[in-house]
């Protein structure tokens, strides 16, 4: 019977794994699509901003962590202002994205 309980509870801690949006995998994305322009804490390269001719805030600020991860999935799937929509990500990649930038508050 104890036996059978803990090999329940190890298949529901693994079947479980997949379903979470994984920041890990968000910094993976972080790196490869956003640092160049966000910086490597998403505190904004000044260099870019000042060449695209915009204020960056801190994706870390309390302004862009006020806004729903419905938003923030938004501004990264179809852009805002002077940011270009991502579009070569998958939806699993925007979420763990998502994911990350909550790490960064
Ligand atoms: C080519 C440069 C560039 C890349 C690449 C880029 N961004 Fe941006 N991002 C910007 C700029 C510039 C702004 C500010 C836009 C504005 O306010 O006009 C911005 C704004 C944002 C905002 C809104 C912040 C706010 O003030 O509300 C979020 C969220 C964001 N970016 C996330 C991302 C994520 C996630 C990625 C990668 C998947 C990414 N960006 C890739 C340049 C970039």
Redesign the pocket.
């Given at each position: 019977m104890k036996r059978h309980i803990l090999s329940g509870t190890l298949l529901l801690a693994v079947s479980m794994v997949p379903a979470i949006a994984g920041p890990s995998e968000g910094k993976e994305?972080?790196d490869?699509?956003?640092?160049?322009?966000?910086g490597a804490e998403?505190q904004?390269?000044p260099g870019?901003?000042k060449m695209?001719k915009?204020?960056?805030?801190a994706?870390g600020?309390k302004?862009?962590q006020a806004?729903s991860d419905a938003?923030?999935k938004k501004?990264?799937t179809q852009?805002?202002?002077?940011?270009?929509a991502?579009s070569s990500?998958s939806a699993k990649?925007?979420d763990d994205?998502?994911a990350?930038?909550r790490t960064l508050k």
């Open positions: 994305v972080f490869k699509s956003c640092k160049a322009c966000h998403g904004g390269n870019m901003a695209m915009v204020e960056m805030r994706l600020s302004e862009v806004q938003d923030l501004i990264i852009g805002k202002g002077k940011m270009k991502q990500l990649q925007v994205v998502v990350f930038i």
